[in-house]
């Protein structure tokens, strides 16, 4: 029996609060961009940025990152014994600025770990931030987010599936 423990409301509100987070943080955004690791930290990253240019009055560049070679668990999918590659689409050099990584579920850190590799590959940041929609604990890597959605203290038999309309047809976070 799985349960909403983030409706369509409450993950706007989220989103809304993490962009506000970003700006104060940053002192406004400039020399700022966002990275959504595919693919539904892409959508939570598109919907920061929109909610930064309604306060800010400004554009934050947007890209997305595809980690699918950099994982230390990479499962083959497809007939060729090949990996899957979805593409990395950064628009801007990465060299020099603070990278806000968006994703929507932070469990063990594997996947962070993977996104920071690759965006190392890029360039070099001058910083690179965490944002989550949701950290469900059970770190296995040293990683910490510095901006949180919702923390949700798990089980790690309890599964935690974050629903987004542009990929899944409905906001929601539940616990399963």
Do not use: F, W
């Amino acid at each position: 029996m799985s349960r909403v423990i983030l409706d369509e409301q409450a993950i706007r509100r989220a989103t809304t609060r993490i962009a506000h987070e970003i700006i104060e943080h940053n002192k406004g955004i400039e020399n700022c961009i966002l990275v959504g690791i595919k693919t539904r930290g892409i959508y939570l990253a598109k919907r920061l940025a929109e909610r930064i240019e309604t306060i800010e009055g400004e554009k934050i560049p947007v890209g997305e990152i595809d980690i699918t070679l950099y994982r230390d668990d990479l499962t083959v999918k497809t007939r060729t014994e090949e990996p899957i590659l979805q593409g990395t689409d950064i628009p801007v050099e990465i060299s020099n600025r603070r990278v806000i990584l968006v994703d929507d579920v932070l469990y063990t850190g594997r996947t962070v770990r993977a996104a920071l590799d690759a965006l190392i590959d890029i360039g070099r940041p001058e910083q690179i931030q965490l944002a989550v929609l949701i950290d469900r604990g059970h770190r296995e890597l040293p990683i910490r987010p510095d901006y949180v959605g919702k923390n949700v203290p798990t089980s790690k038999s309890e599964v935690i599936v974050a629903s987004l309309s542009e990929v899944d047809s409905t906001d929601e976070v539940t616990i399963k």
